[in-house]
């Protein structure tokens, strides 16, 4: 058997990343450019996603950088149509935004509630619904949903966060069910604790909290946005043709024993 080659997999292919001007997402665009992809990152301030379309390009793929607030059904709708008009097709969709902060669920309050199951999972299903209109009727592609563990094993000071993804991936398991026999597969990431800017600012605040993380995983390590990248790339690509309706954790066995990030009550 001739193993495939990665390096051209996405060739001609085209992907819109969702929460593209940074971290997860930013590293899973220009790992897809990599392989020959062209690129639509989304997002809400111009100024990050120009800076991922530049390492898109670099990576020698093409991009193209869009400013959208997933919350905004209409939005992402004229987004993702847009995409398909200028480049003929969508073959990938990762819904990559996200919002999160810790608080004890008796202290959040029904705008906080709101404001992320708004992002994470209204706005994961606004693309869904609209990437998978184009790609049911093209009879092929492959959508990715980025979660988090605590979605199954719970987290205190996440009530919202957790809650909205696991209706994630109750969604993607759903729509995974409905579309599989018309060539759409749909599959979830749930990377663990990741060097990146936003995590770190949301969940291991100091220097304490941090190394409590670090002792949680039994790797002894972060993970970086670009492993993340790699693990959603086999996801995306024809090697993971025949899978579908999956979450894939990138953890380094941290849920497995359920640690806490942070005491959502201390100082």
Known sequence: ???????N???DRVAVVTGGGSGIGRSIAVRYAAAGGTVAVVGRREEPLAETVAL?????GKGLALTCDVRDAAAVETVVDGVVDRFGRLDVMVNNAAGNFVVPGEKLSANGWKAVIDIVLNGSFHGTRVAGKHML????????NTIATYAWHGHPGTVHSAAAKAGVVAMTRTLA????ARGVRLNCIAPGPTETEG???????NQQARDRVLASVPAARFTTPDEVAESAAFLLSDRAAYVTGEVLVVDGGQWLGKAIYTDPDSK
Do not use: N, Q
Request: hydrophobic share 55%; aromatic share 8%.
């Open 56 to 60: 898109v390009e670099s990576a020698g």
């Open 199 to 205: 995590a770190g600012a949301a969940l291991w605040p």
């Open 177 to 180: 069910v409905e579309w599989a």
């Open 137 to 144: 009727e093209a009879g092929r592609g492959a959508i990715l």
């Open 9 to 11: 997999e996405f060739a």
């Open 1 to 7: 058997m001739t193993a495939p080659d990665i390096r």
